[in-house]
């Protein structure tokens, strides 16, 4: 029996199926970075005849379990995790050199035949036994998956979903296929790719992606062809991505979380510091469109460490790209855009708020491009041109929004109120309610959210909630302002606004409420925000700041 102890989960999966398949095979599998050193390694070195390290980093990255393992008198191939062999570690090795670059070119090459064949390597020229073995067998750097659909007879969008060949040859595969069953589901033909890395995407791979209508990628960032010094003063150049961006269709992140969806879910942050850095920071800086995440790290019954995919996250993921796909076939003067700028905190100064940014200016030139690429933006000067887009002044932008309204309860009058752009009826607000997937929807009715008779919002999509302490009734107005479309951690905790005005004909002050306003027949109108918390379904659940009033003697059917 063989120890194969890898940082690398796609190894000890390959492994794992190399056993399953048969032919002599016994592997025994753990990955170092999980194991406590004192404790698992012993009984894991109990009984086997041979043992493989493969670590990424120095042999310091795990210097306890490699001095364990090297006392323990058993013959030991010690080898890097990158794909070219690391010198140092494999000096480390009590077998010989050729015998430790040899086992490397298995595990580089990887995949359960591969790892079928390390074994009898291994067994045959330091055990001396007389399995008979084949040399590494290369694999291609990239593909098509065997379950992709004919493109022929495709109709609709076409979505390339990229995956890394790791995962392929491990079979690690099933959040790979739940993601394009939610393309067809959502009316778009998935085009499942593996491949090594996008750094140096061959020509026939970007070929092949100019079939495509929009991309979702869960290979990291493609980074550039040099160093990367793409800070602040640095080398754009290093951050090159001219092959993928030539192909002009739109690359959207799909998130593969690093951690299981438990402690996902359990986490305020959502996402881990790693999981922020490699799945969306860095590749906006590859131009892509971040959306959330639909697969997370579970560790099965046998240790291992496989992708499991969220299939109502993965849904929306769908639907993102296909809608994106579909886009592209809509003529640019009849599509229509959102420039969604933050505005966090609910404050007139904190719109559009970006440490060390100019997002006024941003936005003025984002809108100059439009304009140029041929997209519809009204008249370009007079009332009805977009504020200081002509003249090129950002000031003017924000001016014109803050005027409009913004979210800050402290400026807002009644006349901005009343001249909210988007007024929702019950009637659409029911008919929304509708389309919700019938967990959510369930979820929301199951906690007692109840839907509000009519709503007044200056988004553009109304979410129900799951929970909530107080929820609008047919005697309190509403007006929700979404802070961000949709979260990175989605489902997560995403912050709403809500501004509550009930119109009651009472004089009495009503206890607890955070601001008074006297309308035209002196009724008080208490003001008051609500926090609202995504949750696990993809709705918000409100924790509302309202004060707890009775009800009006005479209830206002006014929804603003």
């Given at each position: 029996?063989?120890?194969?102890?890898?940082?690398?989960?796609?190894?000890?999966?390959?492994?794992?199926?190399?056993?399953?398949?048969?032919?002599?095979?016994?592997?025994?599998?753990?990955?170092?970075s999980r194991l406590l050193v004192s404790e698992d390694l012993p009984p894991l070195l109990d009984g086997v005849d041979l043992v493989i390290v493969r670590i990424l980093g120095?042999?310091?990255?795990?210097?306890?379990?490699?001095?364990?393992?090297?006392?323990?008198?058993?013959?030991?191939?010690?080898?890097?995790?990158?794909?070219?062999p690391d010198a140092d570690l494999m000096e480390c090795s009590t077998v010989s050199a050729g015998v430790a670059a040899e086992a490397h070119n298995y595990l580089a090459e990887g995949g359960a035949q591969n790892l079928a064949q390390l074994h009898h390597f291994l067994s045959d020229t330091v055990l001396l036994t007389g399995h008979g073995f084949e040399p590494p067998a290369h694999l291609p750097s990239w593909g098509i998956a065997d379950f992709a659909p004919d493109l022929d007879s495709a109709s609709g969008p076409v979505i390339a979903v990229l995956y890394y060949r790791a995962q392929h040859l491990a079979g690690n595969t099933r959040y790979i296929q739940a993601l394009c069953d939610a393309?067809?589901?959502?009316?778009?033909?998935?085009?499942?790719?593996?491949?090594?890395?996008?750094?140096?995407?061959?020509?026939?791979?970007?070929?092949?992606?100019?079939?495509?209508?929009?991309?979702?990628?869960?290979?990291?960032?493609?980074?550039?062809?040099?160093?990367?010094?793409?800070?602040?003063?640095?080398?754009?150049?290093?951050?090159?991505?001219?092959?993928?961006?030539?192909?002009?269709?739109?690359?959207?992140?799909?998130?593969?979380?690093?951690?299981?969806?438990?402690?996902?879910?359990?986490?305020?942050?959502?996402?881990?510091?790693?999981?922020?850095?490699?799945?969306?920071?860095?590749?906006?800086?590859?131009?892509?469109?971040?959306?959330?995440?639909?697969?997370?790290?579970?560790?099965?019954?046998?240790?291992?460490?496989?992708?499991?995919?969220?299939?109502?996250?993965?849904?929306?993921?769908?639907?993102?790209a296909v809608r994106h796909g579909k886009l592209r076939h809509i003529p640019t003067t009849e599509r229509r855009v959102a420039l969604m700028l933050s505005a966090y905190p609910t404050k007139h100064a904190r719109i559009g708020n970006a440490v060390g940014l100019d997002t006024p200016a941003s936005a003025i030139d984002l809108l100059t491009e439009m304009r140029s690429a041929g997209y519809d933006l009204g008249p370009v000067d007079g009332p009805d041109a977009v504020p200081g887009l002509a003249a090129k002044d950002g000031d003017a932008l924000i001016h014109a929004l803050i005027a409009a309204g913004g979210q800050d309860p402290d400026w807002l009058t009644a006349e901005q109120l009343?001249?909210?752009?988007?007024?929702?009826?019950?009637?659409?607000?029911?008919?929304?309610?509708?389309?919700?997937?019938?967990?959510?929807?369930?979820?929301?009715?199951?906690?007692?959210?109840?839907?509000?008779?009519?709503?007044?919002?200056?988004?553009?999509?109304?979410?129900?909630?799951?929970?909530?302490?107080?929820?609008?009734?047919?005697?309190?107005?509403?007006?929700?302002?979404?802070?961000?479309?949709?979260?990175?951690?989605?489902?997560?905790r995403s912050t709403t606004t809500r501004?509550?005005?009930?119109?009651?004909?009472?004089?009495?002050?009503?206890?607890?409420?955070?601001?008074?306003?006297t309308t035209a027949d002196s009724a008080p109108t208490p003001l008051c925000t609500s926090v609202s918390t995504e949750t696990s379904n993809g709705c918000p659940a409100r924790r509302s700041a309202c004060p707890a009033t009775a009800a009006p003697t005479q209830p206002s059917a006014t929804c603003r």
């Open positions: 029996m063989i120890l194969l102890l890898s940082t690398s989960d796609t190894d000890l999966l390959s492994a794992r199926a190399s056993q399953e398949a048969g032919d002599g095979v016994s592997y025994r599998w753990a990955n170092p120095s042999r310091r990255s795990w210097e306890d379990g490699l001095d364990m393992v090297l006392a323990s008198g058993l013959p030991v191939v010690v080898l890097g995790g990158e794909h070219a393309v067809a589901e959502a009316g778009g033909t998935a085009l499942p790719i593996y491949c090594a890395s996008l750094r140096t995407a061959e020509a026939e791979l970007l070929s092949t992606l100019r079939r495509a209508d929009a991309m979702v990628v869960t290979v990291l960032a493609a980074g550039g062809t040099k160093p990367a010094t793409a800070s602040a003063g640095g080398d754009d150049e290093a951050w090159d991505v001219a092959a993928l961006a030539a192909l002009d269709v739109p690359i959207l992140q799909g998130l593969c979380l690093t951690s299981s969806r438990a402690t996902w879910d359990e986490n305020d942050d959502g996402l881990s510091p790693l999981d922020v850095a490699t799945q969306v920071a860095v590749p906006e800086f590859d131009g892509r469109i971040i959306t959330v995440p639909f697969s997370f790290k579970e560790i099965d019954s046998d240790g291992l460490s496989t992708y499991v995919p969220d299939v109502e996250r993965a849904a929306r993921v769908a639907g993102i009343e001249g909210n752009p988007i007024r929702i009826s019950a009637a659409k607000y029911r008919e929304w309610f509708a389309t919700l997937p019938r967990n959510c929807a369930a979820a929301s009715k199951s906690t007692g959210a109840q839907r509000p008779e009519s709503c007044t919002s200056t988004a553009r999509r109304i979410r129900t909630a799951k929970s909530s302490s107080r929820h609008c009734d047919s005697t309190t107005s509403c007006s929700w302002s979404s802070r961000r479309g949709d979260s990175v951690k989605s489902p997560s501004i509550c005005r009930r119109a009651t004909t009472t004089s009495r002050p009503t206890a607890g409420s955070l601001q008074h306003r």
